[in-house]
């Protein structure tokens, strides 16, 4: 059974850095074509993908949030970091961590989520 | 970036209707497509990935098509159980989402 479980600070002020981690079971991120992802959604408004951790250690980040991010993994504790620096008002949102894998010659996109964890920015 | 544009923003529909939404990519993106359901309070759920495959589980009442820039997600009879917003994403260069379409009770 797969699972992924977000857990993090509910409440960040303004110009912090905030962790956020996804602790995940049921699939692991050694075998080949598994990725772990983070997308957060403000109250009200629509999806954002935020960044990816493959496999083999390749990572990819949104372009316009770039020098803001990190994604790392811990495959012997089965979970992701995510750290955003710099933090605003704009980025309160509910945050999600979600799986990517593979099947065939495949990639299938977010086909397990967390159950996302809202981050409130305010001072 | 690939943007993502979906329309309508809103769609009002009965149940039993037979409902489209749309979704146009600023460029190409072969079939690299996917579709999603959100309920208030819940994390998405895939529906459809690579424009036109059925996620195990889900209903076959949906259907995607389309390649290229244009793509449309159909319910062919909308159920109770379908009021939601829905989102495409795109994942042929990075990840992006439309901005979503929520489908409500006329």
């Known amino acids: 059974q797969v699972t992924l479980r977000e857990s993090g600070p509910a409440l960040v002020k303004p110009t912090q850095t905030l962790t956020l981690t996804c602790t995940f079971s049921g699939f692991s991120l050694i075998t080949s074509g598994m990725c772990v992802s983070w997308i957060r959604q403000p109250p009200g408004k629509a999806l954002e993908w935020l960044a990816r951790i493959d496999w083999d250690d390749d990572t990819n980040y949104s372009t316009s949030l770039k020098t803001r991010l990190t994604i790392s993994k811990d495959t012997s504790k089965n979970l992701v970091v995510l750290t955003m620096t710099n933090m605003d008002p704009v980025d309160t949102a509910t945050y999600y961590c979600?799986?990517?894998?593979?099947?065939?010659?495949?990639?299938?996109?977010?086909?397990?989520w967390g159950q996302g964890t809202l981050v409130t920015v305010s001072s | 970036d690939i943007q993502m544009t979906q329309s309508p923003s809103t769609l009002s529909a009965s149940v039993g209707d037979r409902v489209t939404i749309t979704c146009r990519a600023s460029q190409s993106i072969s079939s690299w497509l996917a579709w999603y359901q959100q309920k208030p309070g819940k994390a998405p759920k895939l529906l459809i990935y690579?424009?036109?495959s059925l996620e195990s589980g889900v209903p076959s009442r949906f259907s995607g098509s389309g390649s290229g820039t244009e793509f449309t997600l159909t319910i062919s009879s909308l159920q109770p159980d379908d009021f939601a917003t829905y989102y495409c994403q795109q994942y042929n260069s990075r990840e992006t989402f439309g901005q979503g379409t929520k489908v409500e009770i006329k």
């Open positions: 690579k424009a036109s």
């Open positions: 979600a799986r990517t894998t593979h099947r065939g010659t495949e990639r299938v996109y977010f086909d397990y």
